[in-house]
């Protein structure tokens, strides 16, 4: 029998580096107690390290889990091992809970492993806002050829059922008004495609979200959301955010609307607006060093009846709709808006109600400046 080294405690300076690590850490010995959990590990495992070390890993986790069996492969191996969407819900971990995790050997402690989970919840926002970017690249491209080689033939058609209009009996005037009105509505198509095209950079500056959505609050009580209840769930303190006003409340009208069209025909039909700061969430900035901090968060959330399952993962998608007449650029245009602003959006759905949450940059003094003088060089 092989008896393993004692694992050494940690000096003070490598608590800091790994209670810096914003990823659950924690190190298992060769009989599987955890002797190590940084603070991240602790707010993962719902337990505080006093409780963590007198426990084995196999407690927190359900029978079978395919992270005992990874552990047990690196320790064979002697060699890391990277594991994508593993699944380890519990009753004590909560439910859906996907993890990305590697796992490493500690060579100064033979049989010890090192443990890093990664929640894939921001995980997935990012990789579906990537997808949401770049389809909308794709309408660009389609909104420029359809500019060019649709618009131009349109005009001309709704010219000819003009003058058409005019000489055909009462009896046909119908049909050449339905060629016009067609053909305006595929005009109005396209200009909507082509705001897609527009790539110059977002003019932002320092924005009160609440006034955002006080002003998107009095047009829908005023039109197409008068007999909804909108409430307000507003944390004061929130800072400003760092965003373009009129495209902000491009974005807030859209999800507005799509909530109140959710609701149609439904009794006791309401919306809610909140707002929140959440600290901690950073996203590191592809090609740079630098880390994002996106603390403020938005949702519009309404208790309709939810968004069908099927079309979820591509709900930001363009043409996709549920809406017997929509052109489903809605929440397309608000993900590539969101997206410019360096913002992630995401929907959570079910049979009880859907809420669509942003989450964005705050305002910074040293940010506006900097984009103020890039936006005065570039003149």
Known sequence: MTVSAPARPLTDLAQMVLNAIPHPVIMVDPEGMITFANADAEDFFRSSFSFLSRNTLSKFVPFGSPLLTLVE????????????????????????????IYVAPVTESPGSVVVMFQ???????????????????S???????????????????????????SVVPDEDRALTRLITDETDRI??????????????????SPV???????????????????????VEEYDPSLPPVFANRGQLIQVFLNLVKNAAEAL?????????????????????????????????????HDNGPGVPE???????????????NGSGLGLALVAKIVGEHGGVIE?????????????????????????????????
């Open 264 to 300: 149609a025909g439904i009794e006791n039909g309401e919306i809610r607006l909140s707002t929140a700061f959440r600290p901690g969430i950073r996203l590191s900035v592809p090609g740079t060093r630098d880390r994002v901090s996106l603390p403020l968060e938005f949702c519009v």
């Open 73 to 100: 492969q690196v320790r064979e191996r002697h060699s890391p091992v990277n594991e994508y969407r593993v699944d380890i819900s519990s009753p004590r971990l909560g439910p859906d809970k996907i993890v990305d």
């Open 208 to 230: 009160n979200i609440h006034v955002v959505l006080d002003h998107v609050k009095a047009i829908a009580q005023n039109g197409f959301a008068n007999r909804l209840r909108i």
């Open 347 to 379: 929907c959570d759905s079910s049979p009880r109600g859907t809420t669509f949450r942003i989450l964005m940059p705050a305002w910074r003094e040293a940010a506006g400046q900097e984009e103020a003088s890039d936006r005065e060089s570039s003149r």
């Open 187 to 204: 005009v109005s198509l396209v200009d909507r495609m082509e705001v897609f095209s527009d790539e110059r950079p977002v003019d932002r």
């Open 310 to 324: 099927d079309i979820r993962p591509i709900l930001f998608d363009p043409f996709i709709t549920t809406k017997q």
């Open 139 to 165: 309408v660009t491209g389609l909104a420029a050829m359809l500019a060019h080689e649709i618009k131009n033939p349109l005009s001309g058609i709704r010219g000819a059922a003009q003058l058409l209009e």
């Open 119 to 137: 929640e894939r919840s921001m995980a997935d926002k990012i990789d579906r806002q990537m997808t949401h970017r770049g389809a909308a690249r």
